[in-house]
């Protein structure tokens, strides 16, 4: 399975037109303020920006890091990046500080996935298509109206899959740091993401084998980990937990093994089963889920199902813009059923590793939403930098392959003109 492309133009294919990104962000610019001005946001960002539970906690993790108060449990189950970029932002600027520092990444999210999808598929059309996807998503814009870390994720998927997009055979050190730092900046946000970051590892460690630089390309993998052992340390100095995150341990007692729990009659209500499960270990969490395994899929997959379906939580009293949402979830949906047989297709005879990759990372984000529930579409959301270029690229690859049936079937054999028979090839 190849990670690059052997086509030459591919690696020298020059970014989006100067003009094209101008128009498009525009649009962007016009996007925005409008959703905003229409659901009220714009006028109500400093009451809306910690008005979660979750964005409650970051700041409060903030106001450690920065010394503003002696301790925080909140650094048990969140990593230290998002919380201290908000830090910084709500010190520079305040609460309109931290909104903006959201617009920005979603600028960031919209710039780079367009110019990864133009790296890919070489068309300004679906690279506009792409753009335009993600900077008219209404749930993404009531995202940057909050102190949370999707914005940031989305952001740092987008630059990552641009660094996909750039990957050559024998990777320099400019590429090992474009394919890896974004997704360690991503496990220190969300550890969701390590399992990506372990595989990628192993490609660049024979990547690394591969080059002539090895030196160098060797110090920047080392420094592209250091958020991760910042993390691991502050994890062990702190909690006494030598690990990512405890986030796992807190999903799964909180929110899956009770919705389990209800749903098998152990518990009348959640709140119950909350209780039941509060102090349950690996082991005995393991032995449950695999004594009641057909409920465990059956729960896990509705689970999913309800998260890639659900509305924003971040939104009421408008409900023609609620409802546009949720026929944006559905049509998505549809769009990433229709989209397994074409990506099977695209992977079977392109074998593009790039392509595997970002499938790969979906996989990641959609599978991680069945621990949880009840949190609108923030994990949607996350994935669509990921898999809109997937799907590009995978329709690029898939048109390919039509393209070639077609000329294997129309092609003459070369002595038909002669009135030669072929010869008889069954068995072959």
Avoid at 65 to 73: D, E, K, L, N
Avoid at 161 to 168: A, I, K
Avoid at 327 to 343: D, E, G, K, Y
Wanted: charged content about 15%.
């Amino acid at each position: 399975m190849k990670f690059y492309r052997h086509e030459v133009r591919a690696t020298i294919m020059g970014p989006l037109k100067r003009s094209t990104l101008l128009i498009l962000n525009a649009i962007a610019v016009l996007s925005y303020l409008f959703v905003g001005w229409a659901a009220g946001s714009i006028g109500h960002v400093d009451a809306s920006v910690f008005s979660s539970q979750d964005s409650r906690e970051y700041r409060e993790y903030a106001d450690w890091i920065f010394g503003a108060r002696p301790s925080s449990v909140a650094s048990n189950w969140r990593p230290f990046l998002y919380p201290l970029l908000l830090g910084l932002a709500e010190r520079v600027g305040g609460v309109r500080g931290v909104w903006l520092l959201n617009v920005a990444v979603w600028f960031t999210a919209l710039n780079f996935c367009a110019s990864a999808t133009y790296r890919f598929v070489k068309s300004e059309w679906a690279a506009a298509l792409v753009f335009l996807v993600l900077a008219t998503n209404l749930s993404l814009m009531m995202l940057t109206y909050q102190g949370l870390t999707e914005p940031t994720v989305i952001a740092l998927l987008a630059i990552w899959v641009y660094g996909l997009s750039r990957l050559t055979p024998r990777p320099t050190p400019g590429q090992i740091a474009w394919l890896l730092l974004p997704v360690t900046l991503a496990v220190v946000v969300k550890p969701e993401f390590e399992f990506l970051l372990a595989v990628l590892a192993v490609i660049v460690v024979v990547g690394i084998i591969r080059s002539d630089a090895r030196g160098l390309a060797t110090g920047v993998f080392a420094a592209c980990l250091i958020p991760v052992g910042i993390q691991l340390w502050v994890m062990a100095h702190f909690n006494g937990y030598f690990g990512l995150s405890n986030v796992g341990t807190r999903a799964l007692r909180e929110y899956y093994l009770p919705r389990l729990d209800v749903a098998i009659g152990q518990s009348s209500d959640l709140e119950a089963a909350r209780l039941r499960m509060a102090d349950i270990s690996y082991s005995d969490a393991a032995r449950y889920v695999a004594a009641h395994f057909g409920d465990a899929v059956l729960v896990f997959a509705s689970t999913v199902r309800d998260n890639l379906l659900a509305g924003t939580n971040f939104l009421s009293g408008h409900p023609h813009i609620e409802f546009a949402i949720l026929v944006t979830q559905l049509t998505f949906f549809v769009v990433l059923l229709v989209m397994i047989p074409i990506v099977c297709v695209a992977l079977w005879r392109a074998r593009d590793g790039r392509l595997a990759l970002m499938c790969f990372a979906v996989l990641i984000v959609f599978l991680s939403s069945g621990v949880d529930y009840n949190q609108g579409d923030r994990y949607a959301v996350v994935g669509l930098p990921l898999w809109l270029p997937a799907l590009a690229l995978a329709v690029k690859e898939f048109g390919r392959f039509g393209l070639r049936r077609e000329l294997v079937t129309d092609t003459p054999h070369p002595d038909a003109a002669s009135g030669v028979r072929p010869p008889h090839t069954v068995g072959r």
